[in-house]
């Protein structure tokens, strides 16, 4: 009986061990997600980081897909869509850069190791770019059948990284909290895009507070969550009930169908907040809400008020 206690007690401290290197290196803080293929923020974004005493950006550094590379290995894992940096993170000040990678599923399908040579190209950017990290977050939109490979990908991610002292993140969307997470330090849970965009009966799909609380009704997490809601806005194409594209300003006159123009309404929002926060408590240490994503365009018709709101713990 001693034994087993002696065993539970180098159990508890384990684990105890492992909260508290997460916490070692994600603290809590406001953040923001940066998603274009240009790093070149506006003074406008700057000063938006500043006000808020945003710390963190969760910056995407590049994408993985599928291409022939034509050396007689047929299709591979490659890395697409870089971003490009026509400016410096230190301009930014005091703030943690967070490397994000989306992986697409056609990518996973191939089966191809890619986890040694996704950690070696975030090394060389940040190396080229003068960015300290702390960790790389994975962003992928896996499902059931592709679980097993993404979970098999961030276990190999996450055992390089361990190697390094350095973490692992990775997106969780509302359909995948229904199921068990990946291999990770912590998840930041989207919540935006939560209805089908491409169903026309869909009033906006961006976010839907009813949704979310539905979501909330059948869902627990085992690991810390960070909670990222949409501050974008878009215009659907359909015609004949059928999903043409999303439409860039400027590009929705003289066009034959219908137009479904959608916002991040600051009211579902809280209301999502509200709905998640009784559910999803904190696991180890505070949760932090982040933006997504650093657009002056979107973020402008935002009041102080309402972005101070977002981040409210």
């Not at 539905?214 to 627990?220: L, S």
């Not at 999502?272 to 009784?278: Q, S, V, W």
Request: glycine letters at 4%; charged letters at 30%.
């Amino acid at each position: 009986m001693a034994a087993v206690s002696v065993m539970l007690t180098l159990m508890c401290c384990a684990d105890n061990r492992r909260g508290g290197e997460t916490e070692s290196f994600h603290q809590p803080a406001n953040a923001v997600y940066h998603w274009k293929t240009v790093f070149n923020p506006t003074t406008y974004e700057k000063e938006f980081m500043k006000k808020h005493d945003i710390r963190r950006l969760y910056l995407k550094f590049f994408d993985v897909g599928v291409d022939n590379l034509y050396d007689g290995k047929g299709v591979q894992p490659v890395p697409i869509a870089t971003t490009i940096f026509r400016d410096s993170i230190k301009h930014l000040g005091d703030v943690e850069v967070v490397p994000v990678v989306f992986i697409t599923v056609e990518a996973l399908r191939l089966e191809q190791p890619m986890a040694e040579r996704i950690v070696d190209r975030v090394e060389a950017m940040c190396w080229a770019h003068h960015i300290a990290f702390r960790e790389i977050q994975l962003d992928c939109d896996w499902t059931r059948e592709t679980k097993p490979l993404f979970f098999e990908l961030c276990t190999e991610v996450r055992t390089l990284l361990r190697e390094r002292h350095k973490g692992l993140s990775a997106t969780i969307r509302l359909h995948q909290l229904r199921d068990t997470l990946p291999d990770i330090d912590y998840g930041v849970l989207m919540l935006y895009n939560t209805e089908n965009l491409r169903n026309p009966d869909v009033r906006n799909s961006i976010l839907s507070s009813n949704v979310v609380k539905e979501y909330m009704r059948h869902v627990e997490a085992d690991k810390h969550l960070d909670f990222a809601y949409p501050t974008y806005e878009w215009t659907l194409w359909f015609k004949d009930r059928k999903f043409m594209g999303i439409l860039r300003p400027g590009d929705d006159t003289n066009v034959d169908g219908t137009l479904r123009h959608e916002t991040s309404d600051y009211h579902e929002i809280i209301e999502a907040k509200r709905a998640l926060r009784p559910v999803l408590k904190d696991i180890g240490y505070p949760s932090s809400n982040i933006i997504y994503h650093l657009d002056s365009a979107n973020l402008s018709k935002f009041t102080d008020h309402e972005i101070s709101e977002i981040y409210r713990p």
